[in-house]
């Protein structure tokens, strides 16, 4: 039953997120350019909760941003669903409880979200390639989202212990022994 609220409660603050990320974010630009919330969403939901959940949710948070914000359906969902693939890898190999450790693990699921859509753009939409913006653009983003990550860290923490132990439960022991 506690799943189902937190996959519900996940939903709803994606459509919190969607709204300040439209809104909110769109006033404090840096350079044009606003954070991506949902990679950082997906990769706590990947880290705390597991691949498990982390890769359904990004690929279904994925097509409701696509549906609400894209021309193309499916393109977000793809790179979400590999961000929540990535966040298991990476939960696996490192500790979530330096700020420094999820501060590089952010960096990470950004540059390889933006480079996976610049990629999937490229061959489905047939966009232009420019490097020198692209690499502007997805350094401003993930230093954005790192400075996010760092103000946002303590709160992520405990509702990821939270959702953590919820899905995880017992196995939580198991990895350090």
Not at 64 to 78: H, N, R, T, Y
Not at 82 to 90: E, Q, R, T, Y
Not at 95 to 113: G, H, Q
Request: aromatic residues 14%; positive net charge.
């Amino acid at each position: 039953m506690k799943n189902v609220i937190i996959i519900i409660t996940t939903i709803f603050i994606f459509l919190i997120l969607y709204f300040l990320q439209v809104n909110f974010f769109n006033w404090f630009t840096i350079a044009g350019i606003s954070p991506n919330l949902f990679v950082i969403l997906v990769l706590f939901l990947g880290l705390f909760a597991g691949k498990r959940v982390g890769v359904p949710m990004g690929i279904f948070l994925g097509i409701l941003l696509d549906f609400f914000a894209s021309k193309k359906i499916g393109i977000s969902a793809i790179m979400l669903g590999i961000i929540g693939i990535i966040a298991g890898v990476l939960d696996k190999n490192f500790s979530k409880d330096s700020r420094m450790t999820i501060i590089l693990m952010t960096i990470l699921s950004t540059a390889i979200y933006e480079v996976g859509i610049y990629i999937l753009n490229y061959i489905i939409v047939s966009t232009n390639i420019e490097i020198i913006l692209f690499v502007k653009i997805l350094l401003i983003e993930a230093i954005y989202n790192a400075i996010l990550t760092v103000i946002l860290y303590p709160i992520l923490q405990k509702a990821g212990y939270y959702i953590e132990e919820v899905f995880r439960g017992k196995q939580i022991l198991t990895r350090y022994y």
